[in-house]
């Protein structure tokens, strides 16, 4: 379903549970990004009325989910950690293609967003399937979820937006330089990385 070219080594979710700690704290900003980046989508495209509609539930929603996150820190005696820089998707933002329309920068992001939502819907089922801790498997499994329903609203609105992309070309380079791209990671206790 999300057409991403290589899957997450399952053993990625050992990792991530050797430091909960610091895979909590990632998630919990990446939550937070994922908020800002709904934002962000709005604050550039405020004429197309569904489209701010969907992004503030979006960004409500993943405000949600950092405050879950951030609860399951807590619960837990786990420190807050500082934002750290996620090089996965600075990579990805390099890749995005910059100049053309408004419109043309509305569906690069859009897509840059499914990108996102897709990887991390893929390794939220890693961890719901390999954690050893049942509690945090569900949660991961209900976030999984949530993700899925995010990628395919990133991708429905770029398809519905686009004046002169080929959406479905272009998402098809995007999923290639991502399976390269992701290659080089599931080494880190990390969302991404």
């Known amino acids: 379903m999300l057409g991403l070219k290589l899957k997450t080594d399952p053993r990625w979710a050992n990792i991530a549970e050797s430091n909960l700690e610091e895979i909590l704290s990632d998630h919990c ?7 800002s980046n ?10 197309n009325v569904e489209l701010v509609t969907e992004m503030a539930k979006i960004a ?26 996620d090089d996965y998707v600075n990579q990805l ?7 053309g329309s408004r419109n043309d ?4 992001r859009l897509l840059f967003a499914a990108m996102i939502e897709a990887r991390s819907c893929e390794r939220f089922k890693v961890l719901s ?14 976030l999984m979820i949530s993700e899925a329903n995010h990628y395919t609203t990133f991708l429905r609105f770029a398809r519905k937006y686009s004046e002169k992309v080929d959406v479905d070309k272009r998402w098809q380079e995007w999923l290639d330089f991502e399976g390269e791209l992701i290659s080089n990671y599931g ?6 990385g």
Do not use: P
Not at 38 to 47: D, M, P
């Open 29 to 35: 900003w990446c939550e937070q990004k994922a908020a």
């Open 38 to 47: 709904a934002l962000y989508i709005i604050t550039n495209n405020s004429e």
């Open 60 to 85: 409500i929603e993943e405000m949600e989910h950092f405050q879950m996150v951030h609860n399951i820190i807590q619960e837990r005696g786990f420190e807050f950690g500082r934002e750290v820089k």
């Open 93 to 99: 933002v390099k890749f995005t293609k910059k100049g």
């Open 105 to 108: 920068a509305l569906i690069e």
């Open 129 to 142: 399937e390999n954690l050893k801790d049942k509690k945090l498997a569900d949660f991961y499994y209900e």
């Open 187 to 192: 080494k880190k206790e990390t969302v991404h």
